[in-house]
């Protein structure tokens, strides 16, 4: 992902190269009036999450935090014709965001010895790791305005993006290290996840060393949602009526996702990747 950004970037300095590609937009002395025709697009974006806040399982656990993460965002877009350099435009579409928070922790189990005196040893120690997965689903629309300070391919982008996620899902999977522990009585145990057991409880196994204990939707969710987005970008010529935009931007959201949480959202960063086509020439 930190890749394709760097690559996004590089494409858009070379759109400062190719602003000529677009001269006959620009006001010259023959047309002295700048006009940038209309046009529609289509987007697709892959993004880097992180995660701002935190949020609880139902389990008496810590909160998960600092989550990492990706996801992507589809639209269209429709930017009408402009005298300015000015433009105001609007996209819609979904979007798709996951996070994945981890945290280590100190438990106590019951072991019996592997002896004939099955001696119960209580309050043994191990490491369990528990991760989460977080995905909410959003389908959104967005007025954007695009400044043009130079009347070229470059351009400062701002939009207020208004959101209604539909699905807002979460997991929490509890793993022990694989490996021999070894009780005080000298006798040992195979350290897993024991797959009756955890039937018998309702949860599902992962791994020979993990286990869901929790899938659910988020409660109490804050359905509506609003976020502002800015960055920069260029606008690239590919044939007389095609061009291709790439768009670096930022998406901060400002309402949690869910009342039941400590201020949890998902902000990103975006590579808007889109191709446009000219209504009129």
Known sequence: MKNLIAVLFSVMLCGAVAAQLSAQDKASPIMPEYIRNARIGLVLTPMIVTQQGSYNATCNCPEFRDGTGGGFLAGV??????T??????????????????????????????????????????????HESNASINTIFAMPFLKYFPFYNSLYLYAGAQAGYIYSAMYDHVIYVDDGVLRLPDGTTNRLGVDNDVIRSRGQE????????????????????QFGMMAGFGAEIRLSRRFYFVPTLTYNLQFIPISANTIGFRMSSINALLEVQYILSL
């Open 84 to 129: 300015s350099n000015f433009v105001f435009g609007g996209m819609a579409g979904i979007e798709s965001r996951n996070i994945t928070a981890r945290y280590k922790l100190l438990e106590e189990f019951t072991f019996s010895s592997t002896t004939s005196s099955g001696q119960v040893f209580n309050k043994i120690p191990i490491t369990a790791r």
């Open 77 to 82: 877009t429709y930017e009408p014709t402009s």
């Open 205 to 224: 196994l992962v791994s020979s060393n993990g286990a869901r204990v929790e899938s659910s939707t988020f409660p109490s969710i804050n359905r509506f």
